[in-house]
């Protein structure tokens, strides 16, 4: 009878279990109707997106000459706030510490622009006559073996580049007198930068407190995380990049000067300068380098000079780069190229100079944005993130239980279903 009665069992849960499944399947329309609906709401999301990606660019293009002293100023703030922090811990105004920030800044710049120039001048004339020397050196090389190439040709070739050159005298010198405007507008931009820069140095404590106060508690903590984040992630990067470029500056500006390099101290000048275009600007003042020591001493020097570049730039990117900039900005360096190359190309030297830290910030916002939803989906507590602010841990710990709440009602959601399938199959045992 047990036997009998367990086949009689199992028969009717065979039969429930398939009576259910046979009730739970739908139709495959019905599927690819909800992800076609899935589909078309995240299309609709990303052409927001990009719509209003695309308002901002052209925003800021037409506000450009205004946004740039603000971006300018912002960088140089989150350099001198170290020394100009230091003074108000131990009690000097904020103004006057801004004031002696500053003027010690100009200071420095102006001792090293003095000390650089008398060189320049004084080697200018004498590289003027060196390069003529070494354009024939080099129509020399290129008639030479291995290239072998027509000296009529090549006459020919520099007789277009003068013409060249003759018509388009009149262009430059044009182009010269338009300058006039441009320079007095770098000056008026130098002087919004300074003033803006007084002002950040010296009220800058106070903004996150007021930004709270407009915006809210619940927005203004996320601004209050996001923004000292993207704060300490610019002074980072910049420092970084000085201590980098110092670096290279040092050794090729003494290997240049070992060389007998005409300009030794200029080009480690300009090379430090470049160093903060990520790269690109590493690769510019190496080429001008080889240049001059070509056009001054010849194909040996330039050589050799190639290799100190090489040599210092392979330094710099697997051993210093690395080293320094890990904790600063955790970009790739793919990231980085890409950066320089849009921002030069749209923006110019400026640009190229803007497009780092830009893609920093962006990087910045990325971070916290996945740490939020990390919080939420569960896949992080907020122990187990590094916050730069307390309002930001605060944050933290309500996104993690607003992301407790969120998983707890969808387990409920899930659960309804499987109780009413359980409680049919017990019914249909019951009958």
Known sequence: MDSVNDKDFRGEATQAF???EAHDSIDRFEVIAEGMKTFTWWCLRLLVIAATSWVTWYVMSKFWRGLLPIFIALILSSVLWTPTGWMQR???????????????????????????APSIVNQSQTLFFQAFEGVQRLQLWLQGPP??????????????????????????????????????????TIGIVLVL?????????????????VTGRRVGWHLTELFTRAWITLAGFIRAQALVSFVDAVFIGLGLALLG?????????????????PIVGAVVAGALAVMIAFVSHGTTTAFLVLGLVILVQQLEGNILQPMVQSRAMNLHPVVILISVTLGGSLFGIIGAFLAVPTAAML?????????????????KRAADIEFATLVGSLTAQEGEEAGRKMRA???????????????????????
């Open 409 to 431: 009602a969808r387990r409920e959601d899930t659960a309804t279903p499987s109780l009413s399938r359980l409680q049919d199959i017990l019914h249909v045992f019951r009958s």
């Open 90 to 116: 131990r009690g000097v105004p904020p103004a006057l510490s801004a004031i002696i920030t500053i003027l010690g800044t100009l200071a420095f710049f102006g001792g090293l622009i003095g000390l650089i």
């Open 261 to 277: 390099v005409p300009m030794a101290l200029a080009l480690g000048t300009l090379t430090f300068i470049a160093g903060f275009i």
């Open 18 to 20: 398939q009576e259910l």
């Open 147 to 188: 290239l072998h190439i027509n000296g009529e040709d090549l006459n020919g070739w520099f007789s277009d580049a003068a013409t060249w050159l003759q018509q388009q005298s009149g262009t430059i010198a044009g182009e010269l007198f338009a300058g006039l405007g441009v320079a007095s507008s770098v000056l008026v």
């Open 197 to 213: 820069t007084f002002f950040f140095l010296k009220d800058g404590p106070r903004f996150m407190p007021w930004l709270r106060e």
């Open 363 to 379: 990087a910045v916002l990325l971070r916290y944005l996945s740490d939020l939803i990390a919080l939420r989906s569960g896949e």
